[in-house]
């Protein structure tokens, strides 16, 4: 089982930045992939970014060149460093982790672009 943990939303004016944060504990050795979706209110979840098993990164058409995604593997631990936000991009993300079996989720964190 792998637990995952968010932290890093909040309020942030047009054009500002936020980092969001997600550590992962537990059997966090078996993760192949990680990232982070997206869901507003009234629409499905999306992919934000996120690392492959295959090692590639994939970011929606609509964040790329805004938000970049790392990793520092001793902690577990994926960011994503949210820049140039616009108030489209208000909504609740949600880490997410894959391994051979199942899926993970974290619980979300808010994240409002307003003024």
């Known amino acids: 089982q792998v637990q995952l943990v968010e932290s890093g939303g909040g309020l942030v004016q047009p054009g500002g930045s936020l980092t969001l944060s997600c550590a992962a504990s537990g059997s966090a050795f078996s993760i192949n992939a990680m990232g982070w979706f997206r869901q507003a209110p009234g629409k499905q979840r999306e992919l934000v970014a996120g690392f492959t098993s295959g090692g590639r990164t994939d970011f929606a058409a609509s964040v790329k060149g805004r938000f970049t995604i790392s990793r520092d593997n001793a902690k577990n631990t994926v960011y994503l460093q949210m820049n140039s936000l616009k108030p489209e991009d208000t909504a609740v993300y949600y880490c997410?982790?894959?391994?051979?079996?199942?899926?993970?989720w974290g619980q979300g964190t808010q994240v409002t672009v307003s003024s």
């Open positions: 997410y982790a894959e391994d051979l079996l199942q899926n993970y």
